[in-house]
């Protein structure tokens, strides 16, 4: 083979290991913003305490533990559910973020009713918050 034959050669050759290297480059970035989409770069955790309660109601009730199951729901990290026993009391360590309540109760509108934290809670790393649900009686 002549050396303008292999010179040649060798281009396309470099032309396709070239062009494989730019598809596994756009491959990679593609791939990179998929993963970082579901999956959080930060797995900073922080302490969420709380309560489950039933309030309102006749005059001169008080707020009064329920058991129940709780929601948080929050756009980055998807749903956290928890089942709460009769003291109405929970603890958990959610991944930071800004999370929204909701939860039923059996021992309220015979679990069909919907309960509700009073707005959005934020959850911050190395701090305690605390949250509050309420389920509303008329």
């Known amino acids: 083979m002549s050396a303008a034959g292999q010179l040649l050669g060798r281009g396309r050759v470099l032309r396709r ?21 579901f999956w959080p770069r930060s797995w900073s955790r922080g ?25 948080a729901t929050t756009a980055k990290h998807g749903v956290l559910t928890l089942s709460v026993g009769p003291s109405g009391r929970f603890t958990v360590h959610p991944v930071v973020g800004t999370y929204t309540f909701t939860a039923t109760s059996p021992q ?23 949250v509050t649900v309420e389920c509303q009686e008329k």
């Open 17 to 37: 290991v070239m062009l494989i290297v730019l598809a596994l480059v756009v491959i990679g970035v593609v791939a990179d913003r998929a993963i970082t989409s």
């Open 108 to 130: 309220y509108e015979g679990g069909r009713g919907t309960c509700r934290a009073s707005g959005p809670v934020t959850v911050r790393e190395g701090v305690k918050t605390t």
């Open 47 to 71: 302490t969420l305490t709380g309560t489950l309660e039933v309030v309102g109601g006749p005059s001169g009730n008080g707020p009064r533990a329920v058991s129940g199951t709780i929601t």
